[in-house]
C-alpha cells in the first residue's frame, strides 16, 4: 500500500522530471495565444445577486470557453464571490435544463415543451388573471377615479438587467398594468 508521504514523494519527483523535459515557458505562450485566438469577449453582468459585478464572457465559435471578473467594472474590479467564479461551471453543467419543461397538475413527471410553446402559455396565464382582476375604477370620496391595473400580478427585477433592459420591463410592467414593481436588491 503506498502511503501519503510515498505518494507525495512520487508526484513531486514525477512533476520535477517532467518539467525537465518540457519547455514551460513555450507552453505558457502557447495556452496564452490559444486562450485569445478566435475569441470573442463580451461584458455581461453576473446574475447571483444582486451587487451587480462586471464578468466578461470570452465565446470561440458560438461556445462559451470562460468567465471571469471585469478589471475596468466600478462594483468589483475584476474581483468575483464563490458563486460568481462558479458562473462557468453553471452555464457548463451537463445537468443545465435546455428546453423549457411544463408538469401538468396533478401529474408526477416533467415533460419537456419548446419555447413558443412555453411563452404561449405564460402569456395567457397572465392574460387570464389580468382580465379576472382588473380593476378599472376606485371610489376616492364620492366620486369614482380611474386606476386601470390589476393587483394580482407583480413584476420583480434583478441585479443583471441593464438599465435599458430595466426600463422596458418597466413599461411592460406598468403597461399590464401591474402596480407591484420591485427589485431583488430590495427583498
Known sequence: MLGRREWLKTAVGGGLALGALLDVPAIRAAAQQW???NVREFTTSCNFCSCG???IASVREGTLVSM???????VNRGSL?????SMFA??????????PRYRAPGS???????????VERVAR???????ETWVATEKLGDREVPVNRTDAIAFLGGAQNTNEECYLFQKAARLLGMAFVEHQARL
Open 125 to 131: 396565464k397572465i392574460q387570464k388573471v389580468r382580465d
Open 53 to 55: 459585478c462586471g464578468m
Open 35 to 37: 486562450k485569445l485566438t
Open 68 to 74: 471571469e471578473g471585469d478589471y475596468d467594472h466600478i
Open 90 to 99: 453553471t452555464h457548463a453543467s451537463p445537468n443545465r435544463l435546455q428546453t
Open 108 to 118: 408526477d413527471h416533467w415533460e419537456d415543451i419548446t419555447w413558443k410553446d412555453a
Open 81 to 85: 464571490c464563490v458563486k460568481g467564479i
